[in-house]
């Protein structure tokens, strides 16, 4: 069992920063890899950013490419979502979650565990 717990969400203005925290408890943070999505009113959720369970390797959808960078800290047990020069349409609710099984790392369903999700509003 992974339990994940998101913060750092909150309002920004356009072209602002914000950087999202992950802490996991339960299984040895530095065996599985971490992603995180997001999901705004009204649309699917999607994948933002996954990275590898020793931090070697990353992944990003190409809307947030050279914006965000995803990290972590498994001294921490953390996962890092540092997202810059916002836009409006980076306004959802972001998700991060743990893929345990090394099937995957960009589709919702390779993962095993979720987040309750931060609120991430950037106004224009």
């Known amino acids: 069992q992974v339990q994940l717990v998101e913060s750092g969400g909150g309002l920004v203005q356009a072209g602002g920063s914000l950087r999202l925290s992950c802490a996991a408890s339960?299984?040895?943070?530095?065996?599985?890899?971490m992603g995180w999505f997001r999901q705004a009113p009204g649309k699917e959720r999607e994948f933002v950013a996954a990275?590898?369970?020793?931090?070697?390797?990353?992944y990003y959808a190409d809307s947030v490419k050279g914006r965000f960078t995803i990290s972590r800290d498994n001294a921490k047990n953390t996962v890092y979502l540092q997202m810059n020069s916002l836009k409006p349409e980076d306004t959802a609710v972001y998700y991060c979650?743990?893929?345990?099984?090394?099937?995957?790392?960009?589709?919702?369903?390779?993962?095993?565990?979720w987040g309750q999700g931060t609120q991430v509003t950037v106004s224009s």
């Open positions: 979650a743990a893929e345990v099984q090394r099937v995957g790392v960009r589709y919702g369903w390779e993962y095993d565990y």
């Open positions: 339960g299984r040895t943070f530095s065996s599985y890899a």
């Open positions: 990275i590898s369970w020793s931090g070697g390797s990353t």
